[in-house]
């Protein structure tokens, strides 16, 4: 008899240990693990423990002998019009030219490696060249601000950077270069190599013996051999930075073994990827997704995982498919905000190819909204995976597990259950309660101990760790997700925003996500934030931005007041009077970071006249612009 899914999930909790032992046979081990899970210094938890193991081996040298002549890499870019297919035993070599590389300039076990790079081949070799000698990554989005680049090399302090010349997006270049130089000119740690892949994009300056050209060392070490150094499962594999609400920047730290085991058992579970098969995610390696689900889960079952390079509208928005088409996709993993771009495009884009060897779309990141959800499913005929999870946890902590349970149902507007291992419950905020009633709101936790794949601590900051995600709670030994939730009758969890977006109308808490997706179901809107602005009478009071499917219906002002007064009525009829905005204001765009998430506090900050702060990860600089000059109106 088959598992259902609740009876192993509810295994993976009370019999965490054997449940977990099962699954760390999904990946190479040099030495099997003494213990699996270490809860000796709660909120800390230590995973495969004494286990020896090594992130490149079970990504590429496994392989490599079985595989060899399979694709591993898919390298498209629409920027240069550059495609590229690296087989399994090809990516081998590269990967250890590329640890042969770092090594000559000093990298040892522990020693940090921070990559400045855009979507290309050599970004994810040298991910899987720093693991390999036990050294630990830093990845920050390429294109970052240099202000906020130099504060990540002053905490990660790194021996190595490896940046490009130049990325580009939308056919600009955007040099990286001079961007890295002034970072090195601001920070106080100084570090002893920058390696340089020149992509002829752009000019870059060259400081000898400091920068060292990529394409010369390489051809130096074309054949080497490095062998993989096997490090403690707890050993740490990468850092990658968080916003944080303080300034200083807060490094996620993950583990190896534990973040192998997780990504291999998600694979199955939750993405249901088989070896052999092409893995598309539109991400970027700056974030964990493309950590978890361009690099590491992919090659660690042995699919193909495509890097793409470009937007999801250029040559024109059939591009994504037809790399579905083309390459034989079988799991997609795209954003909501993607969609919505997709959305405003023409429909016959997304009729045009073969889809028929894509099992599933899977989209996070951010709250997918049910018109959306519906869209995307209707237009390309296939099932629509929402996931809900967090930098912080490296992987999904809600989803639906169809590898387990096949015909478990999705629910529009929900992302799902709690994944293997996580014990998640609903808590109230005053008290740490859990609340176990359906469709009542409450914080989304946690119990002690996090899953394997979860971060282990802050980056040099155990403290910050516990105080940050350990302490909201006094009742419960929590980990606190900052997120508002619901659940239903069936267990079905509905996120409804951050816990720091809630605006407080003359004593009623609403969720920005609950107005959002009531103005989301006026027919002519096609994106909406809504941030809460300071209001002398009621506190605050919600203002929405909306970007619509066709802004030539607004050209005179009173087509655009009958239009606000229009998607006022619907908010009426789906919320109430209370959940009215106090105005919709049409834009063309929307404030949102380069991985698509809206910038909330620039929004708000705006409406309030007050600076808008650090705007690195900004997507289009007009933006808040734009959203003044309408304000004005």
């Known amino acids: 008899m088959t598992m259902t899914y609740a009876d192993l999930h509810q295994r993976s909790l009370t019999d965490r240990d054997a449940f977990w032992r099962e699954q760390s046979a999904r990946i190479d081990?040099?030495?099997?693990?003494?213990?699996?899970?270490?809860?000796?210094?709660?909120?800390?938890?230590?995973?495969f423990s004494g286990g020896l193991t090594n992130l490149c081996h079970n990504a590429v040298d496994r392989h490599a002998g079985t595989r060899g002549q399979q694709a591993a890499l898919i390298y498209v870019s629409t920027e240069t019009d550059t495609e590229q297919v690296i087989t399994f035993a090809e990516l081998h070599q590269e990967v250890q030219t590329m640890a042969a590389m770092l090594h000559s300039l000093g990298v040892r076990q522990g020693d940090r490696v921070l990559l400045y790079m855009p979507m290309i081949p050599e970004a994810v070799i040298a991910m899987l060249a720093t693991v390999r000698l036990g050294a630990i990554h830093s990845v920050v989005f390429g294109g970052f601000a240099s202000t906020s680049l130099a504060s990540r090399i002053d905490d990660a302090q790194p021996k190595v950077i490896v940046t490009a010349d130049a990325g580009s997006r939308g056919g600009k270049v955007i040099p990286y270069k001079p961007l890295l130089d002034e970072a090195l000119r601001q920070a106080t740690h100084a570090v002893d190599h920058v390696l340089l892949v020149d992509r002829k994009l752009a000019p870059a300056d060259r400081l000898p013996p400091r920068d060292v050209d990529h394409a010369k060392l390489r051809a130096q070490h074309l054949q080497a051999k490095v062998p993989c150094t096997w490090v403690d499962a707890?050993?740490?594999?990468?850092?990658?930075?968080?916003?944080?609400?303080?300034?200083?920047?807060?490094?996620?730290?993950?583990?190896?073994?534990?973040?192998?085991?997780?990504?291999?058992?998600?694979?199955?579970?939750?993405?249901?990827?088989?070896?052999?098969?092409?893995?598309?995610?539109?991400?970027?390696?700056?974030?964990?997704?493309?950590?978890?689900?361009?690099?590491?889960?992919?090659?660690?079952?042995?699919?193909?995982?495509i890097i793409y390079e470009g937007?999801?509208?250029?040559?024109?928005?059939?591009?994504?498919?037809?790399?579905?088409?083309?390459?034989?996709?079988?799991?997609?993993?795209?954003?909501?905000?993607?969609?919505?771009?997709?959305?405003?495009?023409?429909?016959?884009?997304?009729?045009?190819?073969?889809?028929?060897?894509?099992?599933?779309?899977?989209?996070?990141?951010?709250?997918?909204?049910?018109?959306t959800g519906r869209w995307i499913s209707e237009a390309i005929g296939k099932p629509i995976i929402d996931n809900y999870w967090q930098t912080e946890t490296g992987w999904p902590i809600l989803s639906v597990a169809h590898g387990v349970q096949a015909d478990l149902p999705t629910k529009f507007g929900s992302p799902g259950l709690p994944m293997l291992g996580y014990d998640v419950r609903l808590l109230d905020e005053a008290t740490g309660d859990e609340i176990t009633d359906p469709q009542h709101k409450g914080?989304?936790?946690?119990?002690?101990?996090?899953?394997?794949?979860?971060?282990?601590?802050?980056?040099?900051?155990?403290?910050?760790?516990?105080?940050?995600?350990?302490?909201?709670?006094?009742?419960?030994?929590?980990?606190?997700?900052?997120?508002?939730?619901i659940r239903d009758a069936e267990g079905y969890y509905f996120i409804l925003g951050r816990t720091d977006d809630v605006i407080n109308v003359a004593g009623h808490r609403l969720g920005t996500r609950e107005i959002e997706e009531a103005i989301s179901a006026h027919p002519?809107?096609?994106?909406?934030?809504?941030?809460?602005?300071?209001?002398?009478?009621?506190?605050?009071?919600?203002?929405?931005?909306?970007?619509?499917?066709?802004?030539?219906?607004?050209?005179?002002?009173?087509?655009?007041?009958?239009?606000?007064?229009?998607?006022?009525?619907?908010?009426?009829?789906?919320?109430?009077?209370?959940?009215?905005?106090?105005?919709?204001?049409?834009?063309?765009?929307?404030?949102k970071t380069r991985s698509g998430k809206l910038l909330r506090r620039a929004i708000q900050a705006v409406c309030e006249g007050r600076d808008a702060g650090d705007l690195t990860t900004i997507e289009d600089p007009t933006a808040l612009a734009q959203l003044q000059a309408q304000l004005k109106r």
């Open 29 to 47: 081990w040099h030495r099997r693990p003494e213990q699996i899970c270490d809860t000796s210094h709660p909120p800390f938890a230590r995973w």
């Open 311 to 371: 937007l999801p509208t250029r040559p024109d928005a059939a591009i994504w498919w037809s790399l579905v088409e083309k390459y034989k996709v079988s799991v997609m993993f795209s954003s909501p905000t993607a969609i919505r771009v997709l959305k405003k495009q023409d429909p016959a884009c997304l009729q045009r190819h073969d889809l028929s060897s894509l099992k599933h779309l899977f989209l996070a990141g951010e709250p997918l909204d049910e018109p």
């Open 443 to 485: 914080v989304v936790a946690i119990q002690y101990p996090l899953p394997p794949g979860c971060l282990q601590t802050i980056w040099g900051d155990d403290q910050r760790f516990i105080s940050t995600y350990w302490s909201s709670f006094t009742r419960q030994y929590a980990y606190n997700t900052f997120d508002w939730g």
């Open 524 to 591: 002519a809107v096609a994106e909406v934030a809504v941030v809460g602005v300071a209001d002398s009478l009621k506190g605050q009071v919600p203002m929405a931005f909306a970007v619509l499917k066709n802004a030539s219906t607004i050209v005179t002002v009173e087509q655009q007041q009958a239009l606000e007064a229009d998607v006022m009525r619907t908010v009426d009829q789906q919320l109430g009077a209370v959940g009215r905005p106090a105005r919709v204001v049409f834009v063309n765009v929307l404030p």
């Open 234 to 305: 707890t050993h740490p594999s990468y850092i990658l930075y968080t916003s944080g609400t303080t300034g200083k920047p807060k490094g996620v730290q993950r583990d190896t073994g534990g973040y192998a085991v997780a990504l291999a058992a998600s694979m199955e579970h939750i993405y249901q990827g088989e070896p052999g098969e092409t893995f598309l995610c539109v991400s970027d390696i700056g974030w964990v997704v493309g950590h978890s689900y361009i690099v590491y889960g992919p090659l660690i079952t042995g699919m193909a995982t």
